[in-house]
């Protein structure tokens, strides 16, 4: 899998906003650069150059491209999700022959069918405003993961999904 997004604090040490946000990302176990825009003159000149008006508007969250300035929790969370889905959980829906992950209420998923005791991966779908952005590939590696965890052996028939299979050293060998 590739890495994911990295995730930059702008802040100060003595701002309580900041400790809030840190608080945040804590929680999310994902790893974070904090740069105290008050302590070091580089990360300060880093941050006015992210604003046109070359302002020190901290606090910042920088995920990937994506600028967030003082985001609400729940817009911090949407775009940690849509730009790092690898933290997402995958869920295995066995009455619909499926696994699904949710990105923000859209639906990412993979479909299969079961003949003799195989699991035969027939297509992959990702909303249309979400593609392009790796999640494809992350839906397919996860399906791959829990599959495998749950013993299921797996042919892939989807074109997608195959190639993911493919340029996997990994998964080459474990998907038929």
């Known amino acids: ?26 929680e999310t176990g994902l790893p974070y650069q904090f740069l105290d825009v008050e302590a070091h ?40 999700n849509k730009l790092i889905p690898e933290q997402l959980e995958l ?4 009455e619909n022959l499926k696994y699904t992950l949710n990105i923000n209420g859209e639906i990412a998923k993979v479909d299969y069918t079961l003949k003799n005791d195989k699991m035969y991966l027939v297509h992959s779908e990702v909303p249309h405003q979400l593609r392009g952005k790796g999640i494809g590939k992350v839906l397919v590696e996860k399906t791959f993961e829990k599959l495998t965890k749950e013993g299921y052996k797996a042919v892939a028939v989807c074109p997608y999904i195959k190639t993911v299979a493919q340029r996997s050293k990994k998964w080459n060998a474990l998907i038929g």
């Open 1 to 26: 899998m590739d890495a994911i997004a990295k995730i930059k604090l702008y802040g100060a040490a003595r701002c309580h906003k900041t400790k809030y946000y840190q608080l945040l990302l804590n």
């Open 41 to 80: 003159k580089a990360y300060a000149a880093e941050l006015r150059a992210l604003y046109e008006n070359g302002k020190l508007n901290f606090p910042t969250i920088t995920i990937g491209e994506k600028k967030l300035r003082n985001p609400y929790k729940e817009e911090l969370q949407k775009w940690i």
């Open 91 to 94: 869920k295995h829906d066995k």
